[in-house]
């Protein structure tokens, strides 16, 4: 037996992660699944007639020491991974969704739960318990549980396919970024790059035994070489470089995979009775339907074009008077926005990063936290770390009752993938009278240290870091007895609420205050500069919104139809992003190949869900703001009716109680500056 299939003899029971080895993963992942089916066989072998606790419940609580080995292996595979792990995952895999389908599709286990759910008025149940009786019928019947053996067979294979592919189209993503390199080695090519980015691309290359500046496609390295790198023509191929992962008709490609991806799962959507692939994920959403999501995006679009358009005349005038550009390419794009926001607003993210030290931001993320939720946050090297970069916090209530153990994991490394993110090692349930803590951790790729200064970070930075600290505190809060219904397991167009309200506080002076302090002189940031940001804050958001939904219609038009029309990917998304577009195509480049949010993870028919969930983060903020951003009022009844509810009852109505009535999107459009 290995060491994860063993309850943790660990403090807190945390991860074990210096004595796992590689080779216990596919041991235990066996071991696991053959634990979990047991007890799965346990339910149905049960003598006694179904009942919510004997079904509902034993089956919400089975499979425990998988998902903890889960958890851990993909949890790893997203933030340390290496080409063995890679391996294990595609081995693994196959297995998983295999067990899953076992489950759902489990004649003598949906019986029971069907029998529970047909008797559903006349047991006495909580809302959570109703809400997991409902999750747990949908699990089944929306995985075929109705269908008859051929049509329930023909599911399988189309389940163990997408997974396969899913897989795979990451692979080529991570592979396509580490592949590239821009060596530069003459100093005028790294004009106009701050020092600091200077300095990264110095060690960079002297960490690959090279001179010169090594510039690559990890975020870090590629935003401030787009932003502020002079030379037109490097931006130029860096930009390219980017924008053509998974579309290079060679062994990386992704074109096939994506209207591989996008066929099956309408085709899935088919045999279960569905329209499209849109109809039946939003059945599960707060929004419901296709046709409400392509309004409410077209409601936007049409608010947000006009300023879009006069944003983009206005850059392109810009950039014709300042270096004679006559046509704004997406090259152009985040250098002139930079250059003019200096203009206007006289602010660049290099006078601002000495304010955002981020020990600095990590510690105003826990005030902020504590001022509004009373929480603790002190440090502790007692736990294993998976990373010598990783911190691990003990996270304690007003009363020093232990809420969560927090990991935080700020720098890029080879084996992390782009982007940040927020996930769990342990989820919090109430078992036999024991509320278990969660393990929350979060996932990002901030600027390193270099030899001459601390992590400074970026604004965009700060705000990423209360963003995805906001789904924490969500993970962190729960306070649920089902474990799939705790903390983030919410509708997707709901759990952006609370990472999205959080980055309210960065703009603000009352949170500012407490923690953005020069890390050299200890100097509050000025207030001009409070307000500098605040004013700069709505720069080209009609620009920034339709990129926004030009996203969203993307995401839409591969799912929302049936896409055997669909024969060339690049064509289809031309014409996707027809209404959206402000600049030249680029025939090199597509977004979809690279579009991992839908087509590697779980944001199918919910890119939407960001301008969604601004809407409802926005009417949050305005209520904080009616009342004090630190007014613990509010704040409690945030905690009370949204962070600590998790998945329990339906969004809407957790909405309103916290809020007093449905959001309003005329929220989002005063904040973004676009209506009056
Ligand atoms: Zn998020």
């Given at each position: 037996m290995t060491v994860l299939n063993k309850s943790f003899n660990t403090p807190y029971h945390t991860a074990p992660f210096s004595k796992i080895k590689s080779a216990d993963y596919l041991p235990a992942f066996k071991k696991g699944i053959e634990n979990a089916k047991a007890e799965i066989d346990a339910i149905t072998a049960n003598p006694e007639d179904p009942t919510f606790e004997n079904t509902i419940e034993a089956l919400d609580f089975s499979g425990e020491e998988l998902d903890r080995i889960s958890s851990i292996f993909f949890n790893l595979n997203s933030a340390e991974t290496n080409d063995e792990i890679q391996k294990i995952a595609q081995e693994v895999s196959p297995l998983l969704s295999e067990f899953s389908n076992d489950i759902t599709l489990n004649e003598k286990l949906f019986k029971r739960v069907k029998a529970v759910y047909d008797s559903k008025s006349t047991l006495d149940l909580t809302t959570e318990q109703e809400t997991l009786l409902d999750k747990k019928y949908k699990g089944f019947s929306r995985n075929g549980a109705n269908l008859p053996e051929d049509k329930k067979e023909k599911l399988r294979a189309i389940d163990k396919e997408l997974s396969q592919l899913k897989l795979k189209f990451g692979e080529h993503i991570l592979a396509e970024t580490n592949k590239f390199e821009m060596l530069l080695t003459n100093e005028d090519d790294i004009s106009g790059l701050p020092d600091g980015a200077k300095e990264a691309a110095k060690q960079l290359a002297e960490s690959k035994d090279k001179d010169g500046w090594l510039i690559t496609l990890d975020y870090p390295s590629y935003i401030p070489f787009m932003t502020y790198a002079d030379n037109r023509e490097l931006r130029k191929q860096l930009s390219i470089a980017f924008g053509r992962k998974g579309f290079q008709?060679?062994?990386?490609?992704n074109q096939d995979i994506v209207l591989k991806i996008a066929k099956l799962r309408f085709d899935r959507a088919q045999l279960l009775g569905y329209k499209s692939h849109a109809h039946f994920v939003l059945e599960e959403r707060m929004a419901q339907t296709p046709e409400k999501v392509t309004s409410f995006l077209n409601e936007l679009l049409d608010k947000a074009k006009p300023a879009a358009k006069t944003e983009f005349k206005k850059l392109e005038d810009f950039a014709k008077d300042l270096d004679n550009i006559d046509q704004l390419q997406k090259w152009d794009s985040g250098y002139y926005s930079e250059k003019l926001k200096q203009k206007l607003f006289d602010l660049d993210d290099e006078q601002l990063k000495p304010y955002f030290k981020l020990e600095n931001v990590i510690d105003g993320a826990f005030m902020v936290a504590n001022k509004l939720f009373g929480l603790q946050f002190e440090e502790i090297n007692t736990i294993d770390k998976y990373h010598e970069d990783v911190l691990t916090y003990k996270v304690t209530d007003s009363e020093g009752e232990l809420v969560s153990i927090f990991y935080a994991d700020f720098f890029p490394r080879a084996g992390k993938r782009n982007g940040a993110w927020m996930t769990s090692y342990k989820p919090q349930l109430i078992k036999e009278g024991v509320n278990e803590r969660p393990h929350v951790s979060i996932v990002c790729n901030f600027t390193k240290p270099t030899k001459s200064k601390p992590s400074l970070l970026t604004f965009n930075e700060v705000t990423t870091l209360f963003h995805e600290f906001g789904h924490a505190l969500h993970g962190m809060l729960a306070n649920t007895t089902y474990p799939s219904l705790s903390g983030t397991s919410v509708y997707w167009d709901f759990v952006e609420l609370p990472s999205q309200v959080l980055e309210n506080w960065c703009y603000e002076k009352e949170a500012l205050e407490l923690f953005a302090t020069h890390y050299e002189t200890g100097e509050v940031i000025p207030m001009e500069l409070i307000d500098k940001i605040k004013a700069s804050s709505t720069f080209h958001e009609g620009m920034q919104t339709l990129r926004q939904i030009s996203f969203g219609l993307l995401d839409m038009s591969w799912h929302g139809i049936d896409p055997s029309e669909i024969k060339d990917v690049k064509t289809h998304e031309v014409e996707a992003f027809g209404d959206t577009s402000l600049y030249p195509d680029v025939a090199e480049n597509c977004m979809s190949t690279s579009f991992s949010h839908i087509f590697q993870g779980g944001y199918s028919s919910g890119y939407y869900s960001y301008k969604w969930a601004e809407v409802l983060d926005a009417d949050a903020f305005e209520y904080f703001k009616e009342e004090g951003i630190f007014n613990k009022e509010i704040a409690h009844k945030f905690k009370t009716f949204v962070l600590s509810q998790g998945g329990t009852e339906d969004p809407m109505t957790l909405y309103k109680k916290f809020r007093g009535q449905e959001p309003k999107p005329e929220a989002l459009l005063r904040r973004a500056g676009l209506v009056k």
């Amino acid at each position: 037996m290995t060491v994860l299939n063993k309850s943790f003899n660990t403090p807190y029971h945390t991860a074990p992660f210096s004595k796992i080895k590689s080779a216990d993963y596919l041991p235990a992942f066996k071991k696991g699944i053959e634990n979990a089916k047991a007890e799965i066989d346990a339910i149905t072998a049960n003598p006694e007639d179904p009942t919510f606790e004997n079904t509902i419940e034993a089956l919400d609580f089975s499979g425990e020491e998988l998902d903890r080995i889960s958890s851990i292996f993909f949890n790893l595979n997203s933030a340390e991974t290496n080409d063995e792990i890679q391996k294990i995952a595609q081995e693994v895999s196959p297995l998983l969704s295999e067990f899953s389908n076992d489950i759902t599709l489990n004649e003598k286990l949906f019986k029971r739960v069907k029998a529970v759910y047909d008797s559903k008025s006349t047991l006495d149940l909580t809302t959570e318990q109703e809400t997991l009786l409902d999750k747990k019928y949908k699990g089944f019947s929306r995985n075929g549980a109705n269908l008859p053996e051929d049509k329930k067979e023909k599911l399988r294979a189309i389940d163990k396919e997408l997974s396969q592919l899913k897989l795979k189209f990451g692979e080529h993503i991570l592979a396509e970024t580490n592949k590239f390199e821009m060596l530069l080695t003459n100093e005028d090519d790294i004009s106009g790059l701050p020092d600091g980015a200077k300095e990264a691309a110095k060690q960079l290359a002297e960490s690959k035994d090279k001179d010169g500046w090594l510039i690559t496609l990890d975020y870090p390295s590629y935003i401030p070489f787009m932003t502020y790198a002079d030379n037109r023509e490097l931006r130029k191929q860096l930009s390219i470089a980017f924008g053509r992962k998974g579309f290079q008709n060679d062994e990386l490609d992704n074109q096939d995979i994506v209207l591989k991806i996008a066929k099956l799962r309408f085709d899935r959507a088919q045999l279960l009775g569905y329209k499209s692939h849109a109809h039946f994920v939003l059945e599960e959403r707060m929004a419901q339907t296709p046709e409400k999501v392509t309004s409410f995006l077209n409601e936007l679009l049409d608010k947000a074009k006009p300023a879009a358009k006069t944003e983009f005349k206005k850059l392109e005038d810009f950039a014709k008077d300042l270096d004679n550009i006559d046509q704004l390419q997406k090259w152009d794009s985040g250098y002139y926005s930079e250059k003019l926001k200096q203009k206007l607003f006289d602010l660049d993210d290099e006078q601002l990063k000495p304010y955002f030290k981020l020990e600095n931001v990590i510690d105003g993320a826990f005030m902020v936290a504590n001022k509004l939720f009373g929480l603790q946050f002190e440090e502790i090297n007692t736990i294993d770390k998976y990373h010598e970069d990783v911190l691990t916090y003990k996270v304690t209530d007003s009363e020093g009752e232990l809420v969560s153990i927090f990991y935080a994991d700020f720098f890029p490394r080879a084996g992390k993938r782009n982007g940040a993110w927020m996930t769990s090692y342990k989820p919090q349930l109430i078992k036999e009278g024991v509320n278990e803590r969660p393990h929350v951790s979060i996932v990002c790729n901030f600027t390193k240290p270099t030899k001459s200064k601390p992590s400074l970070l970026t604004f965009n930075e700060v705000t990423t870091l209360f963003h995805e600290f906001g789904h924490a505190l969500h993970g962190m809060l729960a306070n649920t007895t089902y474990p799939s219904l705790s903390g983030t397991s919410v509708y997707w167009d709901f759990v952006e609420l609370p990472s999205q309200v959080l980055e309210n506080w960065c703009y603000e002076k009352e949170a500012l205050e407490l923690f953005a302090t020069h890390y050299e002189t200890g100097e509050v940031i000025p207030m001009e500069l409070i307000d500098k940001i605040k004013a700069s804050s709505t720069f080209h958001e009609g620009m920034q919104t339709l990129r926004q939904i030009s996203f969203g219609l993307l995401d839409m038009s591969w799912h929302g139809i049936d896409p055997s029309e669909i024969k060339d990917v690049k064509t289809h998304e031309v014409e996707a992003f027809g209404d959206t577009s402000l600049y030249p195509d680029v025939a090199e480049n597509c977004m979809s190949t690279s579009f991992s949010h839908i087509f590697q993870g779980g944001y199918s028919s919910g890119y939407y869900s960001y301008k969604w969930a601004e809407v409802l983060d926005a009417d949050a903020f305005e209520y904080f703001k009616e009342e004090g951003i630190f007014n613990k009022e509010i704040a409690h009844k945030f905690k009370t009716f949204v962070l600590s509810q998790g998945g329990t009852e339906d969004p809407m109505t957790l909405y309103k109680k916290f809020r007093g009535q449905e959001p309003k999107p005329e929220a989002l459009l005063r904040r973004a500056g676009l209506v009056k």
